[in-house]
Structures are given as C-alpha cells and as structure tokens.
C-alpha cells in the first residue's frame, strides 16, 4: 500500500554535500516511522537514519553530525541532507518506511539510489 521512490544520488568529491529525496504514495498515513538505509558492496546492510511519526530521529554513529534527515508532509517526501561526505558513505542508499494498515504491519523499501563520493 505504500511506494517508494529514490532520487538525488550520484558522484561527489569528499566534503561536498548531496541531498536525497524519498517520494512516498499509496496509504501515506498508516506509515509510522521511515528511514535511510545504505548498504556498500560486500557489506550488510545499516541503518544510516530514521525519524518517526512524532518527529523523534535517531541517527548511526558513523553519520552524525554530517547527515539530517526531514520530512515534507505536504509533498510526501523525506530527505536526507549529507554534508562533509567521506569515501567510506559510498553505497548504495535505500528509503524505508514501516507502518499498519488495518491489521497487517508493513515494511515498504525503495529501489535504491548510488552515491559514490570520491577521495
């Protein structure tokens, strides 16, 4: 019941920034919480950020205070704001978004956008 779509990756030098951008449709409010997930080659996949419908966000070590993520309830988007970006957030990044409709839970996920920041 939800679809999510990823835009906004692509090349960049390190300590340059890139915005990513999540639309969301379907069932937009049984969605409780969403997040950025990043999983480069060889390695398991690892939450990067989340924020749920309250507001409340939580970040990985590995990105806080470089990354923000947001959301734009009257465009169905979320972002995630990357700045001074090292080689090691190269990855391919994936939004998500978890919820309820009626009595089934869900676990929507994008297909996936590429960012490669170079050293």
């Known amino acids: 019941q939800v679809q999510l779509v990823e835009s906004g990756g692509g090349l960049v030098q390190a300590g340059g920034s890139l915005r990513l951008s999540c639309a969301a449709s379907?069932?937009?409010?049984?969605?409780?919480?969403m997040g950025w997930y990043r999983q480069a080659p060889g390695k398991q996949r690892e939450l990067v950020a989340v924020?749920?419908?309250?507001?409340?966000?939580n970040y990985a070590d590995s990105v806080k205070g470089r990354f923000t993520i947001s959301r734009d309830n009257a465009k169905n988007r979320m972002y995630l704001q990357m700045n001074s970006l090292k080689p090691e957030d190269t990855a391919v990044y994936y939004c998500?978004?978890?919820?309820?409709?009626?009595?089934?839970?869900?676990?929507?996920w994008g297909q996936g956008t590429l960012v490669t920041v170079s050293a």
């Open positions: 998500n978004a978890a919820g309820a409709w009626l009595t089934k839970s869900f676990d929507a």
């Open positions: 379907g069932i937009i409010g049984s969605i409780n919480s």
């Open positions: 924020v749920t419908r309250t507001g409340t966000t």
